[in-house]
């Protein structure tokens, strides 16, 4: 499912306008985006969580010339399902 699936799924489970909840719906991920760009976690209780951390950087091997090289550490989101999420997909 992407993201136009979603927001039909939800108009017709709500009735609301499409544009309506295409713009709830962006405003929800960018403030989610924003909170985590500042070092927070963002907790949906029931569906899960996210978070930023970071990866430590490592040895690396470029394929093209076969040089090691380093790899710098680098900020990733890491998403971690609720227990709801979780019984739900067994």
Not at 47 to 55: A, I, L, P, S, T
Not at 82 to 87: A, D, F, S, T, Y
């Amino acid at each position: 499912m992407n993201k136009d699936q979603l927001i039909d799924k939800i108009v017709d489970k709500t009735g609301f306008l499409k544009k309506q909840i295409e713009e709830c719906f962006d405003s929800a991920l960018d403030i989610i985006i924003k909170t985590l760009k500042k070092g927070e976690k963002v907790h949906l209780v029931g569906f899960g969580g996210f978070r930023v951390r970071v990866r430590k950087g490592r040895k690396g091997i470029n394929p093209r010339t076969g040089k090691e090289m380093r790899i710098k550490n680098v900020k990733v989101a890491k998403f971690r399902a609720g227990k709801r999420l979780k019984e739900a997909v067994k």
